[in-house]
């Protein structure tokens, strides 16, 4: 048994993203699980340097998470040939100066999504790792997630018939941070247009890989935001005001035929099975995707409900949903796209959510922002 170490450079991990899902869910987890074993014959382990501005944040990172080199040097990091891939999940805004030096350096560029705020500058990064022979990736993560695997495995043996429609409902109630005892639970940044925040950009970039793996390519959007709240307390306690969306609500018309319409928010409160539910609904079956879990309804077991609103209803709606049972283990998302990610870089094998890919999800954030601004359908041409 040989082992193959790949030394990462991981920038930016001590963020809520890197820290909890990239470091210590995916890297550390597959450690832990002895590396990535290929055959009987090859194991990939993964081996971390943390960068960063800040040495105390990094260096209690480390120590919490027994991870033995950090730097805020990032030229020496990336002049070091042993580490050979570097990942991003800093902020949007600082991603492309990281990835054109990483870039320079010859590394493997990996990060988050989403890689820019306008299509031509991922689309510029794209090149740019193209140009240079780089392997290339993005975090499509909900790709992975059990709800939607199982949501696949029922659509690929044809429980659903012909798809023809899907609602998604994704958000929940952020705090302003204005009543002391209900603190903010997300970046302050998320809600500031010239620090990259904004619910379209955020969550288009998602809908995008979602559309496309799960129901068709996407022909146009219509897509309306809104500033539902107009300041909120930042991190420091202080009051500021929210120069972007916390609200979207989209329609995709796909080249199928297929119509989804995805909600998404920061200004709702849930009561819904998940965070993100995906309604769809097939001439044969029906199903409620969450993160998780997913339910069905055949057409043979639909109810035949009749409007009376003068009598409490009769049906229980949600007993005619069947749950679809867990089949496999299910790992992290987040995890199962590194592993691919890693086997990518060690033996060339295929991985195609490369920076181009990853420059789509930003195209359609911006038309869905163009379309806001216009209050008109957008047609989603193929990139240059
Ligand atoms: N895949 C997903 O589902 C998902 C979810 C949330 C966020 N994200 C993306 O992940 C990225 C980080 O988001 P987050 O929620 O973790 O934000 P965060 O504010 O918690 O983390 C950002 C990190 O970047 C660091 N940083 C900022 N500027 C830097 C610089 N110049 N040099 C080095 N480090 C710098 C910050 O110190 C912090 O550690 C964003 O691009 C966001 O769009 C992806």
Known sequence: MTTRRIGIIMNGVTGRMGTNQHLIRSIIAIRQQGGIKIGNDLTIMPDPILTGRNADKLAALAAKTGISRFTTDLDAALANPEDEIFFDASGTLQRA???????????????????????????????????????????QDKLWLTGIRKFKLLRDQGFFGRILSVRGEFGYWVFTGEDGDQPIQRPSWNYRKEDGGGIIIDMLCHWRYVIDSLFGPIKSLTCTGATHIPQRID????????????????TFELENGVICQFNSSWTVRVRRDDLLTMQVDGTHGSAIVGLRKCWVQS?????????????????????????????????????????????????????????????KGVQLAELGLQSWAERRWLDVTPLE
Not at 110 to 134: F, I, N, Q, W
Not at 301 to 315: A, F, G, K, L, S
């Open 299 to 359: 057409l043979g077991t639909t109810p035949r409900p009749v409007w009376n609103p003068d009598i409490d209803q009769p049906i229980d709606f949600f007993a005619g949903w069947q749950e679809v049972p867990d089949t496999t283990t299910y790992e992290n998302a987040f995890k199962i796209q590194w592993e691919e990610f890693l086997k990518h870089v060690a033996l060339d094998t295929p991985f195609p959510y490369s920076l181009r890919e990853g420059a």
């Open 97 to 139: 100066e990281f990835i054109e030096r990483a870039v320079k350096a010859g590394k493997a560029i990996y990060c988050e999504k989403p890689t820019a705020v306008e299509t031509s500058e991922a689309l510029r990064l794209a090149k740019l790792c193209e140009d240079a022979g780089v392997k290339n990736g993005v975090v």
């Open 235 to 250: 991190e420091s306690g202080a009051t500021y005001p929210c120069t972007t969306d916390d609200s979207c609500y989209a």
